[in-house]
């Protein structure tokens, strides 16, 4: 079936550390792959996506790249900040399809 | 001006109840969902609605009943409440039914505890 994977958190970094947030899924088919961030109380916010093979999406100083020969769609930002800790749920979605499939998400504490 | 908003924000009652779940999108958008996280933070959709017509029904028990008055509502109904309800519920709304296209807003969520 078709699902994504994400590494175990949390994940605890001091303040302009770099981050890197693993993720990796199975699909039938050819996927759109997106980031979303949940912040202490709020909802989920897309932070960027991508809808084909080697596609970069880029917002607010994170990076992740469309990886098909790997399956992957790793999360990443050079210079974390405390105002970056929150909630970071991978996702796809198929061609035409109606919904979104999560990850379990990973927790980003980062410490000043 | 909030986009997606969801009352109550918190919902605390006993086995067996009940209880209802609010949502109301100012996006003017067609399609809205309900998803389900669990105590291990897993996001899974439960319904999908577009234009107040059912379109995903993600094998949910029928205690849980959507109902959307209107294109800009969606709310969610469940009966007899069980402890394995207790989770947080997102609304989120998109302009269409596309997934990979369309970006899907998100309510703050409301915090369900069945005791």
């Known amino acids: 079936g078709n699902s994504v994977t994400q590494m175990e958190g949390p994940v605890t970094l001091s303040e302009e550390a770099f981050l890197t947030i693993n993720c990796t899924y199975t699909a039938t088919g050819y996927p759109s792959l997106f980031w979303y961030v949940q912040y202490p109380g709020e909802g989920l916010q897309l932070l960027l996506k991508?809808?084909?093979?080697?596609d970069k999406g880029s917002n607010k100083g994170f990076e992740a790249t469309y990886r098909k020969e790997t399956t992957s769609f790793h999360l990443e930002k050079g210079s974390v900040q405390v105002s970056d800790s929150a909630v970071y749920f991978c996702a796809l979605s198929l061609d035409s399809s109606y919904k979104l499939i999560f990850g379990s998400g990973t927790r980003l504490l980062v410490r000043p | 001006d909030t986009a997606v908003s969801q009352t109550p924000k918190y919902l605390v009652t006993q086995m067996g109840n009940d209880k209802s779940i609010k949502c109301e999108q100012n996006?003017?958008?067609?399609?809205m969902y309900w998803y389900k996280q669990d105590s291990k933070k897993f996001l899974k959709i439960m319904f999908s609605?577009?234009?107040?017509?059912?379109?995903i029904n993600e094998t949910v028990p029928n205690r849980f009943s959507p109902k959307s008055p209107d294109k800009a509502h969606l709310n969610l109904h469940i009966n007899s409440l069980e402890l394995g309800d207790s989770a947080v519920y997102f609304c989120?709304?998109?302009?269409?039914?596309?997934?990979?296209?369309?970006?899907?807003?998100f309510g703050p969520g409301t915090r369900l505890t069945v005791l």
């Open positions: 989120a709304s998109s302009q269409d039914l596309v997934a990979d296209t369309d970006t899907q807003y």
């Open positions: 991508a809808t084909k093979a080697d």
């Open positions: 609605y577009n234009n107040k017509e059912l379109i």
């Open positions: 996006l003017g958008h067609d399609t």
